[in-house]
T-cell receptor, first 114, second 113 residues
Framework: AQSVTQLDSQVPVFEEAPVELRCNYS??????LFWYVQYPNQGLQLLLK??????LVKSINGFEAEFNKSQTSFHLRKPSVHISDTAEYFC????????????FGGGTRLMVKP | DSGVTQTPKHLITATGQRVTLRCSPR?????VYWYQQSLDQGLQFLIQ???????AKGNILERFSAQQFPDLHSELNLSSLELGDSALYFC????????????FGSGTRLTVV
C-alpha cells in the first residue's frame, strides 16, 4: 500500500526567504505525485503534478518540485515566498496502474511572516 | 470558483441523525470522488464513482453510502451519525477514470452535536 510522509507539520519563514516543504512516499509500483494547496476556509487546489517525463515540474506562481525516484521524494520549493503563500500544503500520491485514489500526507502549514 | 459545487456549505446535526451531502462535478467531468478531512485522520479517500458506477472504495464506513445520478451529480449519505463523524467532506471531480489530478469543491463542514 502507498503512503505519504510530510516531515514538517509547520514551517515558519520570513517573507522573501526561500522555503522547502518535504515529502516522501512509499509505494511498490510507479506513482504519480501531486502537491495541493489549501487556503483558509477553502478547498484544495492543484498546485503541480508529476506524471512522467521531466522530473522537475513548476507551477505558475513560482513553486517547483522535483521527483527523486531513488530518494522516493517530491519536495516542494520556492526561492522567495510572499505573505499570500501562507496556507496548508498537501503532498499526494496515486499508483499509476490505477490512479483513482489519492493518498495524502498529513499536510504542512506554511506560515510566512513579514 | 473551481466548478465543483458542494451543498450545503455547513451542516449541524445531532447524533443518530442522517444527512445527505450533494456534489455537482465540473461540466464534462465523469468521475466524482469523496474525501473526508478530519483533525485526527487527515484527508481520507472514501469512494469514487465514474459515469454512474462505483469504481473505487476507500475507508468508507458501512453507515455511509454514496451514489451518482444520471445527470452525474453525486450524493453522500451519512447515517447514525456519531460525534467522530464531524469533519470537512470534500467532493472532487475529473474528466476520466484515471485521476490525473482532481478539481476539488470547497467542502461541506459537518458538525455532529
Amino acid at each position: 500500500a502507498q503512503s505519504v510522509t510530510q516531515l514538517d507539520s509547520q514551517v515558519p519563514v520570513f517573507e522573501e526567504a526561500p522555503v522547502e516543504l518535504r515529502c516522501n512516499y512509499s509505494s511498490s509500483v510507479s506513482v504519480y505525485l501531486f502537491w495541493y494547496v489549501q487556503y483558509p476556509n477553502q478547498g484544495l487546489q492543484l498546485l503541480l503534478k508529476y506524471l512522467s517525463g521531466s522530473t522537475l515540474v513548476k507551477s505558475i506562481n513560482g513553486f517547483e518540485a522535483e521527483f527523486n525516484k531513488s530518494q522516493t521524494s517530491f519536495h516542494l520549493r520556492k526561492p522567495s515566498v510572499h505573505i499570500s503563500d501562507t496556507a496548508e500544503y498537501f503532498c499526494a500520491v496515486s499508483e499509476n496502474n490505477a490512479g483513482n485514489m489519492l493518498t495524502f500526507g498529513g499536510g504542512t502549514r506554511l506560515m510566512v511572516k513579514p | 470558483d473551481s466548478g465543483v459545487t458542494q451543498t450545503p456549505k455547513h451542516l449541524i446535526t445531532a447524533t443518530g441523525q442522517r444527512v445527505t451531502l450533494r456534489c455537482s462535478p465540473r461540466s464534462g467531468d465523469l468521475s466524482v470522488y469523496w474525501y473526508q478531512q478530519s483533525l485526527d485522520q487527515g484527508l481520507q479517500f472514501l469512494i469514487q464513482y465514474y459515469n454512474g458506477e462505483e469504481r473505487a472504495k476507500g475507508n468508507i464506513l458501512e453507515r455511509f453510502s454514496a451514489q451518482q445520478f444520471p445527470d452525474l451529480h453525486s450524493e453522500l449519505n451519512l447515517s447514525s451519525l456519531e460525534l467522530g463523524d464531524s469533519a470537512l467532506y470534500f467532493c472532487a471531480s475529473s474528466v476520466d477514470n484515471r485521476g490525473y489530478g482532481y478539481t476539488f469543491g470547497s467542502g461541506t463542514r459537518l458538525t455532529v452535536v
